[in-house]
C-alpha cells in the first residue's frame, strides 16, 4: 500500500465525502518534513439511544437526570503531506473546504471557524501562506505541549495504543492509568526531542538530537539516489549492514572482546569498513547502504533516550514521531539498543498513532465547549468508547494485527460534549 501522505488523502476522500457535512475541527501538525492532518467528523450525534445504550451511564450530569452532555458519534481522521508539498496539502484543505472547520461549537462566534489550531515549526513559518490561499488564522499551540497531550490522550483512551517489538515479536501493553507516569516520551520527526512527562500538561525537554529523521531520509538520498521516504526504507530490507560496517570481528580478528561484554558481531563503528577498502560509493550496493544508516540512526536514538530515562530513573520509554514508521527494523533496532545498555531494566515502545501526536493535541486544544473536555471526558470514561477502537492501516499501520484494524486511518469513537 502506498504511504505517501497524497495517497492518504485519497484513501480518506470516500470518508470525506460521506460526512463532509458534520467535518469539524481541523488541527495541524506542520513539521520540518510533514504536515500533519487531524480533523473530527460526526457521523451521528444523539442523546437517548446512546443514553439507552448505555453510552451515557458514568456522566455525572446525566446519571443526575440532567443531561448537560450530548453524545457525538464519529471518527478523528489522520492524513499526512509532505511539508515540500505544502500546497499540495492547501489544495486538498480547499477542495474539501477544510478550511471552514476550525472550531465548529454551535456558540464559536463565525469568525473562529476560520481559525485552526495548529503546531510545529510550519504554524509558524507558513502562518502567512494559510491566511493567504485559505483564509485560515493558525492559532499556534506549542510543540512539545502538544505532543504530550496527544500521547496521554492515546496512552489512555485508546486500547492496544502501546505496543513493544522485538526479536520480531509484537506484544501490545495495556497501560494502567494511575501508572501511566512518569515517562519518557522521544519523539523521533526531522530532529528528536525526549520529554519527560509526568502527568496531564507536566513535561520537561530534557533533550534532544539532530541525528534523526531528516538524517536518515537527508543523508540516505545523498547516499543512494532515492527518490522517496519509502523506496529508501523498502531498500534498506534488502541490504546487509555488516557489508559497510566495521565490526568488533573485524578489529579483533574474529574473535569478541569479552572482557568488556562485547560480541564479535557487535557494530565497532558504523559505515567504518569504508575507511579500509579501497572503494567508492558507487561500488556499495544501495541496499546495504541505506540498511547501515537506518541501523545507526536507530541505535543512536534508541541509545541517547535510554541515557536520558537512566538520568531520570524512567523505565518505561515511549517513541513517537513519523521516523519509525511502524517499521520493523527501526523498531527492532532502538528495542535492542535500549535492551543492551539497560540490562534489560527499561523497555521501548511504540504507538500505534506515532506521527500524529502532535496534531492530536493540537486537537485537543480545542477548548470552547470542546475537545479540551471532551477528551477529559473519554479518557475518564473509555468504556464507552465505541466497540472496535479502531485503526488505521491507511499509513503507517500496517503491522497491526488488531481484528478491527480499518484501512481508513480513522479511530472511530464515542465522545461526549458539553451542551
Ligand atoms: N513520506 C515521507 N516523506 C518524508 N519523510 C518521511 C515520510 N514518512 C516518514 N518520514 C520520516 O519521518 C520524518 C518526519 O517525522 P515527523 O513528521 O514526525 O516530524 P516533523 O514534524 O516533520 O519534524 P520536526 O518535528 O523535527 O519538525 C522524516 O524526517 C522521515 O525520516
Ligand atoms: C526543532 C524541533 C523541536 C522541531 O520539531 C525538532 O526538530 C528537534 O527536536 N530537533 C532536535 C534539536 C536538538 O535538541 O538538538
Redesign the pocket.
Known amino acids: 500500500m502506498a504511504?505517501?501522505?497524497i495517497e492518504v488523502g485519497k484513501l480518506e476522500e470516500k470518508e470525506l465525502k460521506l460526512s463532509e457535512d458534520q467535518v469539524s475541527h481541523l488541527a495541524l501538525?506542520i513539521?520540518?518534513?510533514?504536515i500533519?492532518m487531524v480533523y473530527f467528523s460526526s457521523s451521528s450525534s444523539c442523546s437517548s439511544d446512546d443514553q439507552k445504550n448505555g453510552f451515557l451511564r458514568d456522566g455525572t450530569s446525566t446519571s443526575s437526570g440532567n443531561l448537560d452532555y450530548r453524545v457525538l458519534s464519529g471518527r478523528l481522521h489522520f492524513l499526512?503531506f509532505?511539508?515540500s508539498k505544502i500546497s499540495e496539502c492547501i489544495k486538498f484543505i480547499s477542495s474539501k473546504r477544510l478550511q471552514h472547520y476550525g472550531d465548529q461549537s454551535d456558540d464559536a462566534p463565525a469568525s473562529d471557524k476560520h481559525v485552526v489550531k495548529a503546531t510545529?515549526?510550519g504554524a509558524f513559518k507558513f502562518a502567512d501562506l494559510f491566511k493567504e490561499k485559505l483564509g485560515i488564522i493558525l492559532d499556534k499551540v506549542d510543540?512539545m505541549s502538544s505532543l504530550v497531550t496527544g500521547a496521554n490522550f492515546l496512552l489512555k483512551a485508546v486500547h492496544n495504543e502501546a505496543f513493544t517489538y522485538m526479536d520480531g515479536v509484537k506484544d501490545y501493553v495495556q497501560i494502567d492509568h494511575k501508572d501511566l507516569y512518569p515517562y519518557l516520551l522521544v519523539?523521533?520527526?526531522?530532529?528528536v526531542?525526549m520529554i519527560k512527562v509526568d502527568g496531564d500538561n507536566k513535561f520537561e525537554r530534557v533533550s534532544g538530537t539532530s541525528v534523526?529523521?531528516?538524517t536518515?531520509?537527508g543523508l540516505g538520498k545523498l547516499l543512494t539516489k532515492c527518490k522517496?521516504?519509502?523506496e529508501l526504507l523498502e531498500l534498506s530490507h534488502q541490504g546487509n549492514n555488516r557489508v559497510i560496517d566495521m565490526l568488533v570481528g573485524d578489529i579483533y580478528g574474529g574473535t569478541g572482546y569479552s572482557k568488556i561484554g562485547l560480541p564479535s558481531t557487535t557494530i565497532a563503528s558504523s559505515f567504518g569498513k569504508a575507511i579500509s577498502e579501497n572503494k567508492e560509493l558507487e561500488d556499495y550496493r544501495a541496499e546495504d547502504v541505506a540498511r547501515s544508516l537506518l541501523r545507526m540512526i536507530s541505535n543512536n536514538i534508541g541509545q541517547i533516550a535510554y541515557l536520558n530515562a537512566l538520568r531520570f530513573g524512567l523505565k518505561r520509554i515511549f517513541f513517537?514521531?513519523?521516523?519509525i514508521?511502524g517499521h520493523e527494523y527501526t523498531m527492532d533496532t532502538i528495542s535492542v539498543a535500549v535492551h543492551f545498555w539497560s540490562n534489560g531494566e527499561a523497555k521501548a515502545l511504540f504507538l500505534r498513532h506515532e506521527?500524529f501526536l502532535?496534531a492530536l493535541g493540537a486537537f485537543m486544544s480545542y477548548e470552547k465547549k470542546g475537545f479540551t473536555h471532551t477528551a477529559h471526558q473519554f479518557t475518564e470514561q473509555h468504556s464507552s468508547v465505541a466497540k472496535s477502537p479502531p485503526f488505521c492501516t491507511g499509513d503507517g499501520f500496517e503491522s497491526s494485527t488488531h481484528a478491527d484494524v480499518k484501512d481508513n486511518g480513522c479511530i472511530e469513537f464515542r465522545v461526549q460534549v458539553r451542551n
Open positions: 504511504r505517501d501522505g501538525d513539521g520540518g518534513s510533514l500533519k499526512k509532505e511539508t510545529g515549526g510543540e519523539n523521533v520527526g526531522s530532529g526531542s534523526g529523521g531528516g536518515f531520509w522517496s521516504f519509502d513517537g514521531g513519523f521516523f514508521r506521527g502532535g
